[in-house]
């Protein structure tokens, strides 16, 4: 059940998509998920980071960590246990086959190099022996579906124009909001023409250039612009591929562009057009010269719509996403019993972004998204009075995370993955919600905590994890017979 509002709003696509996200990283062979808006006496709801991905993540997670308390098992094994297999235990709840699947692999080189194991132990007798403090450690996941649930807002295009100096003007439906899509795009276009990024410019978004666009929302802004811009610059480089061949062929009159040319032969790099099976080459500058004078055009307009999505809402089955963006993360918490302010000491994250355009962004986003989240989880409550009017309605009433509350040590990276196995523009994959599903092992992190003044049963803690409920849970723990 969530929380809807007065209005209907964005509530029931953030429902369906955390129902596609109940299972988190986990085979649930035999599960029914049911999920109802309710409507009630305060303003709408509308979509943030992850867009419903966190509220079904953070459900499982939690079950995950309550059936480790009630065995007395390390919460990663059971976890391990459970997550999703190759080959086989690899089909979502929705009838989704998940393909080229790093999960395993994740979770055992993050339980490697997070020395899981022997800090579980420290921790463990930290606890045993400490009158004022309580530590926890869990590792939680994401597998995050990357497309729009609504089918139709899978589609992009983009207006890619080269001047005759090897600069680039592009336009597409990308809305830039300092997350860096007007840079991945703009180094696509300029590997595709084997120029300097810098010799690109995005253009601002623009309905005189890109009709009909949809949200740069769903961690989609890159595939779906990039990949559009790509098909446009990829027509263009096809274009001065022939026209290259006509001139290394000695030919005087003016070239036949054909549809169905073949520019396998040709490199484009470092601003020079190279035919491999001769080395021959040409200054781009000069290239483009003489396509101008041969009349070839040199700008183009592409298309492209995520292709294989073919999800039935009314069954609730099949191919809901283009692909999965995984990822893992362990967190360790320390807890003061007296007041129960809770400190991130450590966090490590250790995700597959497949082959990243922007490594530097990537990482920009990783780390930004799981602050971000653990913010989420631990601080930022909501407070309505009886009449339904929002107290924490300002930086005052309502704590975002500061400085001070990042990790004290913060390791973050990505493996190394070359693989193909998804449509996707440069074999890369999605990075801008995913990652906030992580911040999640900071909430589990704190049961775990809480777990060690458990006597009969498991904590019972709230999202957000504030000091104010963690001290609460601690005291009635306290009080259990």
């Known amino acids: 059940y969530s929380n809807g509002g007065a209005y209907a709003d964005l509530s029931p696509s953030i429902m369906e998509r955390a129902m596609l996200h109940m299972d988190s990283a986990y085979y649930l062979p035999d599960v029914e998920i049911h999920g109802t808006v309710c409507r009630t006496n305060i303003h709408s709801h509308t979509a943030f980071r992850g867009f419903g991905g966190p509220q079904g993540t953070a459900t499982i997670e939690s079950i995950m960590e309550d059936i480790a308390i009630y065995l007395k098992k390390s919460s990663y094994d059971v976890r391990r246990i459970n997550v999703y297999g190759k080959g086989k235990n690899n089909v979502t709840p929705y009838g989704q086959v998940i393909d080229f699947n790093p999960l395993p692999e994740l979770f055992d080189q993050l339980y490697q190099s997070s020395d899981y194991q022997k800090r579980l132990k420290e921790i463990e007798e930290f606890n045993k022996t400490s009158k004022t403090h309580l530590k926890g450690l869990s590792m939680t996941a994401t597998k995050f579906g990357i497309a729009f649930t609504a089918k139709f807002l899978n589609q992009g295009n983009s207006l890619v124009n080269v001047h005759l100096d090897g600069t680039v003007q592009a336009s597409t439906g990308a809305t830039e909001m300092g997350q860096?899509?007007?840079?991945?795009?703009?180094?696509?276009?300029?590997?595709?023409?084997?120029?300097?990024?810098?010799?690109?410019?995005?253009?601002?978004?623009?309905?005189?250039?890109?009709?009909?666009?949809?949200?740069?929302?769903?961690?989609?802004?890159?595939?779906?612009?990039?990949?559009?811009?790509?098909?446009?610059?990829?027509?263009?480089?096809?274009?001065?591929?022939?026209?290259?061949l006509h001139i290394f062929s000695g030919k005087t009159e003016e070239v036949e562009i054909k549809e169905d040319f073949n520019d396998s032969d040709f490199e484009f790099e470092n601003n020079i057009v190279k035919q491999k099976s001769t080395s021959k080459t040409i200054p781009l500058v000069e290239l483009l010269g003489k396509a101008y004078f041969n009349r070839v055009q040199l700008g183009d307009y592409a298309f492209y719509k995520t292709p294989g999505l073919s999800f039935d809402k009314e069954k609730g089955q099949g191919r809901a996403f283009n692909y999965f963006t995984n990822g893992v993360a362990v967190s360790e918490v320390l807890i003061d019993q007296f007041t129960g302010e809770l400190k991130v000491t450590r966090a490590d994250i250790l995700m597959d972004l497949g082959r990243p355009i922007n490594h530097a962004i990537d990482i920009g986003q990783v780390t930004g998204a799981f602050v971000q989240a653990q913010g989420w989880v631990t601080t930022e409550k909501l407070v309505y009075n009886d009449k339904g009017t929002l107290l924490s309605h300002s930086p005052t009433t309502y704590k975002i995370p500061n400085i001070q509350d990042t990790p004290r040590i913060f390791n973050v990276d990505l493996i190394e993955n070359n693989k193909e196995g998804h449509d996707n523009i440069k074999g890369s994959k999605a990075v801008g919600e995913p990652p906030f599903l992580l911040g999640l092992s900071v909430w589990t992190a704190v049961k775990h905590a809480l777990s060690f003044k458990a006597k009969t049963q498991a904590p019972y803690i709230k999202l957000p994890a504030t000091s104010e409920e963690i001290l609460m849970e601690l005291t009635r723990l306290k009080e259990l017979p």
């Open 180 to 244: 860096g899509v007007n840079t991945k795009i703009q180094k696509v276009i300029a590997d595709d023409l084997g120029i300097d990024p810098r010799q690109v410019k995005i253009m601002p978004t623009s309905t005189e250039k890109n009709h009909n666009t949809s949200p740069t929302a769903a961690s989609s802004g890159t595939d779906l612009n990039a990949k559009a811009a790509s098909v446009a610059t990829l027509k263009i480089r096809n274009r001065l591929a022939q026209m290259a």
